[in-house]
Each structure stands twice: as structure tokens, then as C-alpha cells.
């Protein structure tokens, strides 16, 4: 079904999640799996806060590496995306370049306050974004 499958990850347990079901979903369709990191975010967030797990590119860096080998030993194709900017704008232009069928991503639950104050990755990607979205919550 899908051949092409793009998933989010902040190194949140949520975004592993998502990961996982990526990767799932990937071997299923004998599908490429690109996974994307968004560092150095122009956003405010608290230093304890899910978004901010991977503050560094070395973070980053590590995260993918230790998924690559998961995704190997599934036998899947892997490609990664350390990218920095806006997260969601740099999700919905991933998938746009890659011309993903599918993009995962992984949802906090945030309140309305929070979705005002700092924004939804998520919810950026489902209304900027035409292709399909699988959104897991946490």
C-alpha cells in the first residue's frame, strides 16, 4: 500500500512509538523508511520537555544510528533526515521532497493553552500537509 513512509521523531517516548509502528508498517509494504530529526527549532520550549530531547545534532545523530539498526535488522530500507528549523514546516517539506506516501507522527495530547501558546507539531503537519497522515497519541 505504501511505498514511501516518513516518520517525526523528537526523541519523546511517543515519537518511539510512532517509529514503531513506521517501521511495522514499512515491513508490511516492503516500503523505504525516512526518519526525520528537526534540531536547533526556533521554538521556546522548557528544557524538560519531550520536543527538546534531542537539543544537539550529536543527540540526534545517536538516536538515528541506534534506530538504523533496528530498521537493518528488520530488514527494512532506511534513509535519515537530521534537519534544523521549524519542525512541522521542515516535516511537510521532507515529505514533499521524498514525495512521501505516508507521514507519521506522534502527538502529546497538549492542551488548548498549550497548542496556543507553543504550537502542535502535529496538528501544523495535518493542515499544511496533502498527503497521508497517520497521527499517534500519547
Given at each position: ?8 521523531l523528537d526523541?519523546?517516548?511517543i515519537?518511539r ?18 526518519v526525520?530529526?528537526v534540531v536547533n527549532?526556533p521554538h521556546i ?21 541506534e ?18 528549523g521549524?519542525?512541522?514546516?521542515r516535516?511537510?517539506?521532507t515529505a ?6 505516508l507521514?507519521?507522527v ?8 498549550d ?6 507539531v ?6 499544511y500537509s ?6 499517534i497519541?500519547g
Amino acid at each position: 500500500m505504501f511505498t514511501r513512509i516518513l516518520v517525526a521523531l523528537d526523541g519523546s517516548e511517543i515519537s518511539r512509538i510512532a517509529y514503531s509502528r513506521a517501521l511495522e508498517l514499512a515491513r508490511e509494504d516492503n516500503a523505504e523508511l525516512h526518519v526525520i530529526t528537526v534540531v536547533n527549532s526556533p521554538h521556546i520550549w522548557k528544557d524538560d520537555s519531550p520536543a527538546n530531547q534531542t537539543r544537539t545534532e550529536t543527540d540526534a545523530k545517536m538516536l538515528l544510528d541506534e534506530l538504523e539498526n533496528t530498521a537493518k535488522e528488520a530488514g527494512v530500507s532506511f534513509t535519515p533526515h537530521l534537519v534544523s528549523g521549524h519542525p512541522g514546516d521542515r516535516i511537510v517539506s521532507t515529505a514533499d521532497e521524498i514525495d512521501a506516501d505516508l507521514i507519521l507522527v506522534g502527538s502529546l495530547g497538549k492542551s488548548h493553552l498549550d497548542r496556543l501558546l507553543l504550537g502542535s507539531v502535529s496538528a501544523y503537519v495535518t493542515q499544511y500537509s496533502m498527503r497521508n497522515i497517520l497521527v499517534i497519541r500519547g
